[in-house]
């Protein structure tokens, strides 16, 4: 179970890799990577940056990463979230969940990403031809998260 | 004793500064009260934490709630609604 928090941009390919060579019980590997767009709410975006709260935001992504491990029966999980300048066509995050079949890693997966979005603190400023602004906590995020709400929730 | 704030995204932007030493009275309360006593100082920190503002906080680095005690040597933080991904 690893959570990394980096300025560096990642190779998913050699990420997966690394983790599916671990372990020879590993049957399915699911995956997700998070982009920068160069549009939103109807503004072309040139760029963004992203902030974090070292400390908090490494404990956080770990205890997600847990949470994942105790609701389902998977192998390892991984974490990267990139922090900095970004710019369109940027990744900005990574998770990658191994387990001996499909349906765990793929629930798991989608559950790590639902919780990062409303509970790991990041926080992006986003610019536009008007200038700099704060990207807005989105409803539908806590939506998403709130359905797994019920520790049984799978 | 005192207690460590830190401010973080538009927050930060909004208090001026990154973070500060906060003399905590003799009845340390929770973050509630914090909130309440911050806001009192009136400026920066009424607009920024004022009601109406979206204020998540967290102590010692846990997600708190209004009812989470804050005691001398914590690190309290105040910040947006996370927005990662």
């Known amino acids: 179970m690893t959570a990394r928090v980096q300025r560096e941009d990642f190779d998913i390919g050699a990420e997966i890799a690394a983790l599916r060579r671990a372990d020879p019980g590993i049957g399915a590997i699911a995956s997700f990577i998070g982009l920068v767009r160069d549009v939103n709410e109807g503004d072309a975006i040139a760029g963004m940056t992203l902030e974090h709260y070292p400390g908090m935001t490494e404990k956080a992504l770990a205890g997600i990463v847990a949470e994942a491990k105790g609701r389902w029966n998977i192998i390892d999980a991984l974490v990267i979230h990139r922090v900095g300048?970004?710019?369109?066509?940027?990744?900005?995050?990574?998770?990658?969940?191994?387990?001996?079949?499909?349906?765990?890693?793929?629930?798991?997966c989608e559950f790590i990403m639902d919780y990062l979005k409303t509970q790991a603190p990041f926080w992006k400023k986003e610019q536009t031809a008007q200038g700099a602004r704060w990207v807005e906590?989105?409803?539908?995020?806590?939506?998403?998260?709130?359905?797994?709400?019920?520790?049984?929730?799978? | 004793m005192s207690i460590r704030i830190l401010y973080f995204a538009r927050l930060r932007e909004d208090m001026g500064v990154a973070g500060e030493m906060y003399e905590l009275p003799m009845d340390a309360g929770d973050v509630k009260s914090l909130r309440a006593r911050l806001i009192a100082r009136g400026g920066a920190s009424a607009v920024a934490l004022g009601p109406g503002k979206a204020v998540r906080v967290s102590v010692n680095q846990d997600l708190a709630r209004d009812d989470t005690p804050v005691k001398p040597g914590d690190e309290v933080a105040f910040f947006p609604p996370v927005t990662g991904g």
């Open chain 1, 85 to 108: 300048e970004l710019k369109p066509l940027d990744q900005i995050v990574l998770v990658v969940v191994a387990g001996a079949h499909r349906g765990a890693a793929f629930a798991a």
């Open chain 1, 137 to 154: 906590a989105r409803a539908s995020d806590d939506q998403a998260a709130e359905r797994w709400r019920d520790p049984q929730a799978k």
